[in-house]
Structures are given as structure tokens and as C-alpha cells.
């Protein structure tokens, strides 16, 4: 065979190794957000490993509504006296994302009091995940099995998330892209923020509820066979019928506390920073000022599973057909 | 299994490997079981609609070529090609027909007409492999070419893995013989498909991926209400996305088809540098042009029955050539168009007594104001090629009559540019250099950097979308 050719395979390979290398020795470093996500990773996991200080311990898991509707400093000051909190925020999750993520946590070691999630609804019932970048940082390798059974993926991309497990770069190459394009173009994430919308098309609660209670029942499961508990925050969103009726009497069922701190759809939509679905500051100030006490209640010894609030009168469109849980941003 | 995935790369180096050990006949035969588990990576049940297919035109091609009675040869053709057409529709068209036969019930005022709907799924590539047989087995019927000897060749012809899918779309006459004939190690035709399957891969991975972000933003509304810049973003961005994402597929596919000792036909030939329709057609997707010309077009009487027939014939051709691409009538007007333009080319044409034009200057001011009009023609096409509905193009062409201006309008502009800009300028350079790609008589060691130079891009600026190829789905 030709030397050009040996040439060009060496070349290549030395690209995919130095972009690997690159990835694991210095994104998480390099980027903001990474580094945000490696150090809340790193204190999740190793949540209630150390001496017992008789606080009780709290990890907060949830996506950019976790990051942006409550104001965590606000929180973790408010309750440090009795709990040590901690949040582990990764974007754009949903349900899944958080399964296997508690379950890898557990797997290291994590062993929190209490497990809070913070999703909407729509992101408990959609059947995805973030894809290559939870397949790396948030996913067990033994856990790739059950995984793509429970996302119904395909061959080809069940042979990308298992590559995405092994391989950083692969995990993490659409940051890596978004942190390069950003560093030509700074004002990209604002068409990004532009063109990205977030579902609001009302959920029915009877299919919510029928949907959501085998997910409740299932990650319930997992957090109780590690002597943790369950606590379920649902977020404020502008638009009232966002199935959380049902959704309560699911986590009702399986015994799961689930707090709606605002009903949906009560808050102005000046206190949302985009269309009804992340709170600006103030809207934050407002929810976290109401998560505190029905989180300090919630968290007492003998909790009351029953919901806190209730649904608002149904207004607005109709109702989307049962079970379309769409596209969201999260 | 797609061409821009890890596993894809795997199975390619595999086969590669394995296959260069092996004697001719094995080759053979490893590379259609490799061809059977790429195809059967998607749903093995599909496998048995391909298998079924090939068979019948095995032994349909040799029936044929073994009788002299003229009516026997035209019922085993009539066979073949009911039954291969009859696949594609029942698989393609069904539920189209159905939908649009039940549409014009309801116009006709009978509501709820009983209406029956498949629940079935589109074979990947059915449209590519089915174009093949046809091609076979009229060639075999015409006497222009013998029939394979061997299943397992002929299997390998409809099915070898880097055109399955989504072709390049391959004559018999061209593939058939280096199925049947050894292949031998080629180190240049090697060197230059690694080369291509790069330059494929920042076509479809950085530039149609990329550009896909906003055309799918400005077609499902998310940059806001129709208006002539969001009409302008998304149609541009949609033709420079098919553009790379279907050439950057063709690529892959010639690319990994050399690695194994095969030539596969150029599909791409910077379409968007063309002058006309007619030297569009020239240049995009080359072997369905070709495939529709000599099996549609001709058999229709192409230009030989006068300037009606003919405006007929181009009209019908690229009517079934939109129909082709799907089950969906966007898809017809978009053959519409291209029909409809290229017969009033060929009137002006004859009307002011012009000749064909051949190979057009690139610094020919002229060459290039009709460089920009058929550009614009060809991405108002593409609108319904692009819209789910006709409905939706409409809604979407409704915004050119609005002017409105946004900040975020001109970032996705300048997000356009920066990936559509340097695969317009690769081509300016390819088409002065009469280059099939960057580079591609180059000396060795600047074309080994321009391919590592190649695989840091696909690295770092690959959009992470599992997006399938667009014309997968065909």
C-alpha cells in the first residue's frame, strides 16, 4: 500500500486521539457550564458519605429549571441549618436522563436522605434523553441495556450511546462544537434562545396520570432501595393545564410527595424571561420564596403525600390528544 | 446504520480488512452477507422484501434472455416490472393514493368514505434498489445486456452496502461486469475514497447538519411568522443542507466503494454553479437524471415526435421524478417546476435560435446573472420539496410579499455564511480546476493534509444530530 495512504489514516487517527485527549484533559475546564456541571457532580456524588453531621442530606437534581426557577443560594442558605443541600444541575434532561443518573450516583456511592427532582410534566413523560452527552456523563456503562429498551432506540443509535459511554469527545462534541462556533460568532446563543420554543400545548391529566405513575413508581424504587426518599417539585409554567393534576394524583398513588409550590399558570408573564417557561430573577425570587416552607414541610419526618395545591380552572386552548408529550426546551 | 456514525466506520474498516484476504469469489460473497447485516442493521424484516425482489428478477432476467418467443420475453418483463413497481407502490404510494382518492371523495361531498390505510413502514432505499432492477431487467430484455450467471453476483449488484440506500443509482452495464470480473488493489483509487469519504462527511456532518438547524427553524416557525427574511434563511439554508447532505452521502458512498475496489458514476457536479435547468440536471443527482432520461424519458419518445411531444415528455419525466422522491403531491410540484422550466428553456431556446450551451465561463458576467436566476428557481423549488404540505409552502412563499427585520435574522445570516460560503467557494474551485474534489490532483502530501485538515473540521464543527440522510428516505 501506498505511504500517503498510511499517512492519512496515522493523521486521522491523531486528530480523534488529540480531540480525545483533548476532551478529557481540558473541556470541563475550558467551558463554564462544564465546569459548573463537574464540581455539582463531584459533590453528588459523595453526598452522604461523609461522618453524619445530623443535618439531613438533600440533592437537588433537575435541568435548567432547577438552574434558573430557584434561586439555590436563597435555598441552601434558608435550610442549612438542618439540611446539607446540594444541587446537580444538567440542562436539557428529562426523565430518563435522571434514572440513570441517580442510579450511577448510587452506583459511586451517593446515599442522600432525600432525592428532589425538578421537572415539568411533559419532561417526566417524554421517552428521550440528551443523547451522547448523558450517554458519558450521566449514564453507567451496565446500565446501556435497559436504556435503550426503555428509549426504543435503534441499532445505529444504540451503538452511538454505547460509543458516547466510552468516549468523552463523542459525549461531548456538541458543546465542544457550540463552545468553538460561539467563540466566531458571540451572538449565536441569542438566535439560539430566539428560535428555540418551548411545548405549551395543554396536557390532558387523565393520560398524564396513567402515564406517570409506573416512571414515579420505577424511580421511587430506586431512591427508597438506597435509604433515600423521593420529593417530586414541579415548576411554574404560564400555561395552567400543564397535566400537573394528574400528574399529583400519580405520585399520590405510588406514595410520592410531590410539591407544586405555584400552580401553573398563576404567575405573570413578566416574571417569565421567555414565553411561559423559565422565570426571569424576580419570577425566581417568587418561586423559590414559596418552595422553602413547602419543602421544610414536605421534608419533615412523617410527610403528607397528598398534593399541595390544586389545579386552577381549565382556560386557554384546547387540550393536545392524550399522550403527545411534543418537544420541549428544558 | 448511517455513513456518519462510529459504528458505520467499524463495520467499513471490518469489511475492508477482511475483504482483501479473501479470493474473488469469497470477495463476493462477504460482501454481499456484509451488505445483507448493513441493510438488516435498520429492520431484519425488510430483508425479505429486498431478497424477494432480486430473486424474482434473477430468474425473470434469465427467462427472458433464454426465450426467443417475443411474447413470453414481454409477460416475464411485464412480471418483473409489475411486481417491482408494485413493491414500491404498496410499500410507497399506498396510503398517498388512498389519502388522495379519499381527499377527493370529500370534495366531491362523500364525507367519511370508508378508506383503507396501511400500517406499514417505508423500506430504507426501496425507491434506489427498485430503479436498479428496472434498469436490469429492461436491459436484459433489450438485449443490451447479458444476464448474471450467478444469484449471489446479482444479489450483490441490487444490494452492495455503500449504494443501497440511497444510491448513487448504478447502470448495470457499469456495475454488473465488476461484480462478476476480480477487482484488484488499487492504492490510488483507495487513497482518493478516503479522501472522498472525508470530503463526504464535512458535507453532510458540518455544513448540511449546520445549515439544517435553521432551515428547520424557519420551516416550522420558530424564527417567527413567514417575511422575507425568514423566507430567504430557511430556503437557502434548506438548499445548501440538501445540497451537502445529499452530495456529502454520494461521496461516502463512491468513497467507500473504491476502498473496495469499485467505481461508482458521479452523482455531484456543483449543481448550483449551473446556468440553466437543463445543465442543473447535468449536474445533480446525476445517475437519477440519467436513470430518468434513458428509462422514462426516451421510452416516452424523448425529442424525436416534435416540440409538443417533447415539452410533453420533459413535463411527465420530471413529474414521475418528483413523485418519485415521495409519496406527497410538494414533491410532484417540485418535479412540477423543474418539468414546466426546463420545456420553457427549451422553447426560448428555440424560439430565439440558441444553441445548447456547453461548459459556461466563470467570469462571464452574463454566465453569472444566469447562475443567480436559476439558483433562485431551483430554491423556490425547493420550498415544497422542503414544506410537509402544500398548505405549509404556500404559508411559507406567503412571507416574501412581508418585510420585517429582525437583530436575529442577521445572525442566522452570518451563521448561513459561515457554512455555506466554503462549500460554494470548494466548488468554484472544483469547477475551475475540473476537479471532482478538493484537492484531488494535487501532490500527495498536500492532499494528506488537506484530508487531516478535513477530519479535524468533521471533529470539531459536526452539528451532534443523528439526523438521517435526507434522501433515505426516498
Known amino acids: 500500500m501506498r505511504r500517503p495512504i498510511w499517512i492519512l489514516l496515522a493523521g486521522c487517527l491523531a486528530v480523534a486521539l488529540a480531540v480525545e485527549v483533548t476532551a478529557r484533559l481540558a473541556f470541563d475546564r475550558g467551558s463554564k457550564i462544564q465546569r459548573r456541571m463537574a464540581e455539582e457532580y463531584q459533590t453528588a456524588r459523595t453526598i452522604g458519605t461523609g461522618a453524619p453531621d445530623g443535618r439531613t442530606r438533600v440533592l437537588f437534581v433537575g435541568n435548567s429549571l432547577l438552574d434558573e426557577d430557584v434561586r439555590f443560594d436563597r435555598l441552601h442558605d434558608a435550610v442549612a441549618a438542618h439540611w446539607d443541600a446540594r444541587r446537580f444541575v444538567v440542562e436539557q434532561t428529562f426523565y430518563y436522563d435522571w434514572y440513570y443518573a441517580l442510579k450511577r450516583l448510587f452506583r459511586e456511592g451517593a446515599r442522600p436522605d432525600v432525592v428532589v427532582l425538578m421537572l415539568s410534566t411533559r419532561q417526566w413523560l417524554r421517552t428521550e434523553t440528551r443523547g451522547d452527552y448523558s450517554a458519558y456523563y450521566l449514564m453507567g456503562t451496565r446500565d446501556l441495556p435497559e436504556a435503550v429498551r426503555d428509549l426504543n432506540l435503534n441499532a445505529t443509535q444504540a451503538a452511538n450511546l454505547a460509543f458516547a459511554n466510552v468516549s468523552k469527545f463523542w459525549g461531548a462534541r456538541a458543546e465542544m462544537r457550540n463552545f468553538l462556533i460561539g467563540h466566531v460568532m458571540p451572538d449565536l446563543g441569542r438566535l439560539m434562545a430566539f428560535s428555540s420554543t418551548a411545548d405549551t400545548t395543554p396536557l390532558v391529566d387523565d393520560a398524564v396520570e396513567l402515564d406517570a405513575r409506573e416512571r414515579i413508581a420505577r424511580l421511587n424504587a430506586l431512591v427508597s432501595g438506597h435509604g433515600g426518599r423521593l420529593l417530586i417539585v414541579l415548576p411554574v409554567l404560564a400555561e395552567p393545564r400543564d397535566g400537573s393534576a394528574g400528574f399529583m394524583r400519580a405520585a399520590q398513588a405510588e406514595h410520592v410527595s410531590t410539591l407544586r409550590p405555584v400552580p401553573s399558570g398563576t404567575f405573570g408573564l413578566h416574571l417569565y424571561r421567555d414565553a411561559g417557561f423559565h422565570l426571569n430573577p424576580q419570577g425566581a425570587a417568587a418561586f423559590t420564596e414559596q418552595l422553602i416552607p413547602a419543602l421544610r414541610r414536605a421534608a419533615a419526618p412523617d410527610p403528607d403525600p397528598a398534593p399541595q395545591a390544586v389545579t386552577p380552572p381549565s382556560v386557554g386552548p384546547a387540550p393536545a390528544s392524550a399522550r403527545d408529550y411534543g418537544r420541549g426546551v428544558s | ?474
Open chain 2, 1 to 474: 446504520m448511517f455513513f456518519d456514525t462510529p459504528i458505520y466506520a467499524a463495520f467499513l474498516a471490518l469489511v475492508v480488512l477482511a475483504y482483501w484476504r479473501l479470493g474473488w469469489r469469497r470477495q463476493n460473497v462477504l460482501l454481499l452477507v456484509a451488505s445483507y447485516v448493513f441493510y438488516g442493521w435498520w429492520d431484519p424484516r425488510f430483508l425479505a422484501l429486498i431478497g424477494a425482489s432480486t430473486i424474482i428478477d434473477f430468474y425473470c432476467a434469465r427467462a427472458i434472455a433464454g426465450s426467443t418467443d417475443a411474447r413470453r420475453r414481454r409477460v416475464l418483463l411485464a412480471i418483473s416490472l409489475v411486481i417491482n413497481i408494485g413493491f414500491l407502490a404498496a410499500f410507497k404510494y399506498f396510503n398517498f393514493f388512498m389519502d388522495s382518492f379519499a381527499a377527493t371523495l370529500e370534495a366531491m361531498g362523500f364525507h367519511h368514505a370508508p378508506v383503507a390505510v396501511l400500517q406499514i413502514l417505508l423500506p430504507p432505499g426501496i425507491s434506489f434498489y427498485t430503479f436498479q432492477e428496472v434498469a436490469y431487467i429492461v436491459d436484459v430484455y433489450k438485449g443490451k445486456l447479458e444476464p448474471a450467471d450467478s444469484l449471489v453476483d446479482y444479489a450483490l449488484f441490487i444490494s452492495l452496502f455503500p449504494h443501497l440506500i440511497a444510491g448513487p443509482i448504478q447502470r448495470p452495464s457499469h456495475l454488473l461486469p465488476q461484480v462478476q470480473n476480480p477487482r484488484r488493489f488499487d492504492s490510488e483509487r483507495c487513497f482518493s475514497g478516503l479522501l472522498l469519504i472525508l470530503s463526504g462527511l464535512i458535507r453532510k456532518t458540518v455544513i448540511a447538519d449546520n445549515c439544517a438547524l435553521l432551515a428547520d427553524a424557519a420551516f416550522s416557525g420558530r424564527l417567527g411568522t413567514p417575511n422575507l427574511a425568514v423566507v430567504a434563511i430557511g430556503t437557502y439554508a434548506f438548499a445548501w443542507q440538501i445540497y451537502g447532505d445529499f452530495s456529502g452521502y454520494s461521496d461516502i458512498a463512491r468513497g467507500s466503494a473504491q476502498l473496495l475496489g469499485f467505481h461508482f458514476m458521479v452523482n455531484f457536479r456543483q449543481p448550483y454553479l449551473a446556468t440553466s435547468l437543463q445543465d442543473f440536471w447535468r449536474r445533480w443527482h446525476i445517475s437519477l437524471s440519467t436513470w430518468l432520461r434513458d428509462y422514462l424519458y426516451i421510452p416516452l419518445g424523448g425529442s424525436r415526435d416534435g416540440e409538443r411531444r417533447t415539452y410533453r415528455n420533459l413535463l411527465l419525466t420530471m413529474l414521475i421524478g418528483g413523485l418519485w422522491h415521495g409519496a406527497n403531491w410538494t414533491f410532484v410540484v417540485w418535479g412540477g417546476i423543474h418539468g414546466a422550466g426546463l420545456s420553457i428553456e427549451r422553447f426560448v431556446r428555440r424560439v430565439f435560435g440558441r444553441a445548447e450551451e456547453g461548459s459556461a465561463s466563470l467570469t462571464s458576467a452574463g454566465a453569472w446573472a444566469s447562475r443567480i436566476v436559476v439558483f433562485h428557481l431551483v430554491c423556490l423549488a425547493w420550498v415544497f420539496f422542503r414544506a410537509s404540505s402544500m398548505r405549509d409552502a404556500f404559508v411559507f412563499l406567503r412571507g416574501l410579499g412581508t418585510l420585517a427585520w429582525l437583530p436575529e435574522y442577521g445572525i442566522a445570516f452570518r451563521f448561513l455564511a459561515l457554512f455555506s460560503v466554503p462549500l460554494f467557494l470548494i466548488d468554484l474551485f472544483n469547477e475551475a480546476r475540473g476537479e471532482e474534489y478538493l484537492f484531488e490532483t494535487a501532490p500527495d502530501m498536500r492532499r494528506v493534509a488537506a484530508g487531516v485538515a478535513m477530519m479535524a473540521v468533521v471533529a470539531l464543527l459536526a452539528a451532534n444530530q443523528l439526523n438521517a440522510f435526507i434522501y433515505f428516505r426516498f
